[in-house]
């Protein structure tokens, strides 16, 4: 049956055409943001999922400023721990040759003082951002912000890398009351000068311990950070070369939906000739 009144192809074609034209809008939207999941009425729960992943992301960049400070800290502390190593080497070199008897101890334990006073010198000036890891004034560990960790319920917990301070100003307090211009004085300095030497040798290595762990660490956060980059990436990010296609496909589609609507808006005009004589 035909009607003047309802034109049924017509409110099908226009239907066809409002979908073709949603369509061909989200995919200009595509091109234009170059993300396939812009909001969260695109797709909820991916966009959840990536806003999460973007809030964590953004918190490793300050979990990697912590560890480059950190590492920073550490490496100050180490240089001093090595070079006061270096001094104490001199320094028994020294106390050796003052165990002869034909020797002038008094030169030596110029020398002597001269040094200690270096190491002091040294360990006073070894601190980064007001942090002193070699003098004492720091007892207890310094723990340096290493990740964020998120549990399956999404709790975020922290983790830290501990810096355990070493106390070289004690050896610069013994080292410095060494007095070779006696023969007995040089004896009891040969024999703790190799305490206080392994005391220093402890403490750079073990502030290299700790720097290494924490240059891997922060290796590790980058490239964690990068994967997770890619991964948000990967579930929002829109496929130009597949949104081209659609678009061009789309943009045909149009045409013909809007060649379909005009035809079926001409239906009607053919009942006019049911009525001619």
Known sequence: MS???TNNSAMVALQTLRGINSN??????????????ASAKDNAAVWAITKTMEADVDSFKSVGDSLALG?????????ASESVTDLLKEMKQLIISAQEENVDRTK???????MATEIGSIISA??????????NSETAAVNVLASLDRASDGTVTTASIAITPQNLTAVQTAVAAYDVST?????TALAGIETQLQTSITAAANFGSVAKRIEIQSDFVKKLSDAMTSGIGALVDADMEEASARLQALQVQQQLATQSLSIANQAPQTLLSLFRG
């Open 71 to 79: 590492q920073s800290t550490v490496g100050v502390a180490r240089a």
């Open 183 to 187: 023969a007995a004085g040089a004896a």
């Open 24 to 37: 061909l809008a989200k995919t200009q939207d595509e091109i234009s943001t170059g993300k396939s999941i």
């Open 126 to 135: 070894a601190q980064f951002n007001g942090l002193n890891l070699v003098n």
């Open 3 to 5: 009607s003047i009144l």
């Open 108 to 114: 030596i334990q110029t020398d002597l003082t001269a």
